[in-house]
């Protein structure tokens, strides 16, 4: 099971980037999959997720109003639009997926059992 997140790159303060996560060996249509990310020196943070088969959607408060995570059915990815982005938001973006089932859209770390190599986003001001 490989996962894939791209679209990351360099972007001025106020600008957008969007974040795409592919998967191979698992089909995200039976998944729940994760944003996070992890900046020099912090420890790795959640920040979406989305139950694919409702499209029920999780946010922390950090992100909230700013990304949107978003399912594309015809491509089986996940996207994370990132909108007015400040350099604070320079890290690296992971997606994450698991299979388990739960009622509530997971957020901890330890609830995802695949994990992309990661993409790197910086925010210049």
């Known amino acids: 099971v490989q996962l894939q997140a791209s679209g990351g790159g360099l972007v001025q303060a106020g600008g957008s980037l969007r974040l795409s996560c592919a998967a191979s060996?698992?089909?995200?249509?039976?998944?729940?999959v994760a944003w996070f990310r992890q900046a020099p020196g912090k420890e790795r943070e959640f920040l979406a997720a989305i139950i694919w088969r409702e499209g029920t959607t999780r946010y922390a408060d950090s992100v909230k109003g700013r990304f949107t995570i978003s399912r594309d059915k015809a491509k089986t990815t996940v996207s994370l639009q990132m909108d007015s982005l400040e350099p604070e938001d320079t890290a690296i973006y992971y997606c994450?997926?698991?299979?388990?089932?739960?009622?509530?859209?997971?957020?901890?770390?330890?609830?995802?059992?695949?994990w992309g190599q990661g993409t790197q986003v910086t925010v210049s001001s």
């Open positions: 994450a997926a698991t299979l388990k089932r739960d009622k509530a859209v997971p957020a901890m770390i330890g609830d995802y059992v695949y």
């Open positions: 060996g698992l089909t995200l249509r039976g998944a729940t």
